[in-house]
């Protein structure tokens, strides 16, 4: 199938060769070309604009924000062929979803809402977990796509934005999750126990999953750097928690806490580091190192 694929960062640079093992002729275009070179060694094509790479039965977007995806939504309207499908793989709002699925419909094509969870490491082994939705017809037609690139699709129904509201909903808990094993490794390392320990421990008992062992691991070891997932989109992605939740007005208290305490890391300037970053400051709030 032709397929165009928008953003080339820390995700779409590990996602899109999946595409391309799985047999598909695909075009690539990223803001900073640059990053395209490593794509074009592995037998895409480089697309020198976005509406280049949107001439195609299928787009996928995997960009930073909101502001991202609407700078190439025009381009992607007008070269997508007719009946052709925008899959979004990235983490936006609610509203913007919204906006995208009448856009595509008043032009003949379908927008699928496909974000996923998943490091860049799960990434780039085709091992991603997507919430996807969209109209039956376009979710029959991309699931193929889906399946190359993760190891679980999950289809919350026919309204594309009930996957950003449930992409949104299980940012909210890792991040819940990361701000707590922060604080409580604080704890445990300032009363001077084996933070290491502590994780093998809870991860070998009550607390069995991913989340806790991936993040758990870096909180233990302070390794903030490279960023798998940046603090930055962190933040962005508590904002777009807490406009979904005053959309439908539900009081979210712990979010308005999460979305503070990364706004600090941030205006400290330390937004390029991983989300896990967040424990250096429980770590310096509890006055160690
Ligand atoms: P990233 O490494 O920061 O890459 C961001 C991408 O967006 C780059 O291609 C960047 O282009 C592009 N971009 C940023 N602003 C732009 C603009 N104004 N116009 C055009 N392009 C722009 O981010 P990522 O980690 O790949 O994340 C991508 C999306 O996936 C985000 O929505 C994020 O929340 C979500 N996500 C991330 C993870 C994770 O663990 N990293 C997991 C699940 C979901 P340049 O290369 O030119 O900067």
Known sequence: MKIGFLGLGNMGAAIAPNLIKAGHDVSVWNRSPDKAAALVAKGATHALTPGEASKAEVVFTMLADDAAVEGVADDILANLTDGGIHISLSTISVALAEKLTQA?????????????????????????????????????????????????????????????????????????????????????????????????????????????????????????????????????DMRLVGAAADGLTVPMPLADLLRDRLARLVAEGNGHLDLTALSALAFKDAGLK
């Open 104 to 236: 595509h419909a008043d032009k003949g094509q379908h927008f699928v809402s496909a974000p996923v969870f998943g490091r860049p490491a799960a990434a780039a082994d085709a091992k991603l977990f997507i919430a996807a939705a969209g109209e039956t017809e376009a979710m029959d037609r991309v699931m193929p796509l889906l399946n190359a690139i993760g190891q679980k699709v999950e289809v919350f129904g026919d309204t594309p934005s009930a996957a950003n509201l449930v992409k949104l909903a299980g940012n909210f808990l890792i991040i819940s999750v990361t701000e707590s094993l922060g604080e409580a490794m604080a704890l445990v390392a300032k009363g001077g126990a084996n933070n290491t320990k502590f994780l093998d421990f809870l991860t070998s008992t009550l607390f069995g999953s991913l989340i806790y062992k991936n993040y758990g691991a870096l909180i233990a070891s302070q390794t903030f750097e490279p960023a798998g997932f940046a603090a930055v989109l962190g933040a962005k």
